[in-house]
């Protein structure tokens, strides 16, 4: 028995018996989500074998990685120091004044240095870098594919991956951790000023504050999810780029998906690190 073109068309849902019409109504938006979702999973680790396969030509994205570590990391670092002033000034007065009286006012330096360093210098400064930095990185890409100069990249015998994928992978990779510790240290210092200047809390008082409870592996913490915050960006925000689809429109959904994306994958991420290394960071 042959299949006819109508035999693989979908049937529409009035064509059903009206027994069965409630359910396909059910089961049609649920397949269509499943296999959609199945299919993006599938996508992105062919995505990654590509970006595995291009790491063998290294002189060609060799050249390119100190270009991208300065258009990521190195023009970042105002964005990212003037967030975490806010983030330690904002930390430091909101908990002085939360104290009840009796408590000691070196809690507001424990507080600065481990809502700065543990959660909000990392998270804050990924949210923002997947703003500014991961649009951008999709943007080019995707102009580059809807101009067809990924297929001029092809012609040209370069791989597009290793060309435009790696540099900016491993750019991502390695500048966040360091625009974490500027943003940690900037936090930090903040929160100290702040508490000098605007509140009743002394040096001391906070000096004491940033040493109780201190342990090495808290700056590992932190650093840990700026590398893998990093990855996630780079790694989603060129996908969506290089996956772009044809015209200015195209290329706009896929910048606003990378950012989405990205977002939601640097939250996880944060969850997870939390629910795994937690229990190894009291000093």
């Known amino acids: ?37 199945l299919g993006g999973i599938g996508q992105r680790v062919m995505f990654t074998r590509q970006i595995a396969r291009a790491f063998r030509e290294p002189s060609t994205w ?10 990521i990391g190195v023009d970042s670092i105002p964005l990212a120091a003037m967030v975490a002033a806010f983030i330690g000034g904002v930390i430091a007065m909101q908990v002085r004044y939360q104290l ?36 951008r990185m999709s943007a080019e890409i995707g102009t580059m594919r809807v101009t067809e100069q990924i297929d001029a990249l092809e012609t040209l015998a370069y791989d597009p991956v290793a060309y435009l994928i790696i540099p900016r992978l491993i750019a991502g990779t390695l500048m966040l951790p360091l625009l974490v510790v500027v943003a940690n240290t900037v936090g930090i ?54 996956t772009s689809e044809a015209g200015a429109e195209g290329v706009g959904r896929s910048t606003a998906r990378a950012v989405v994306n990205a977002s939601i994958a640097i939250l996880i991420l944060d969850a997870l690190t939390a629910f795994v290394l937690a229990p190894y960071l009291q000093a």
């Open 189 to 242: 210092l903040t929160g100290l000023v702040t508490a000098l200047y605007a509140t009743d809390v002394t040096m001391n008082d906070f000096r004491d504050g940033l040493r109780l409870g201190f342990g090495e592996f808290q700056v590992w913490y932190s650093l840990i999810k700026a590398t893998m915050f990093g990855t996630a960006i780079a790694f989603f925000c060129t996908y969506e780029g290089y």
């Open 1 to 37: 028995m042959t299949l006819t073109d109508g035999d693989l068309q979908r049937k529409a849902t009035s064509e059903y018996p009206v027994m069965q019409r409630a359910g396909v109504r059910f089961m049609r938006p649920l397949a269509e989500f499943g296999g959609g979702f």
């Open 100 to 135: 009840f009286p009796g408590i000691s006012l070196s809690v507001v330096g424990l507080s600065v240095r481990q809502m700065v360093v543990l959660e909000l210098g990392p998270l804050l400064t990924g949210l923002v870098l997947a703003g500014r930095v991961g649009a």
């Open 62 to 71: 060799g050249p390119l990685i100190i270009p991208q570590m300065r258009a």
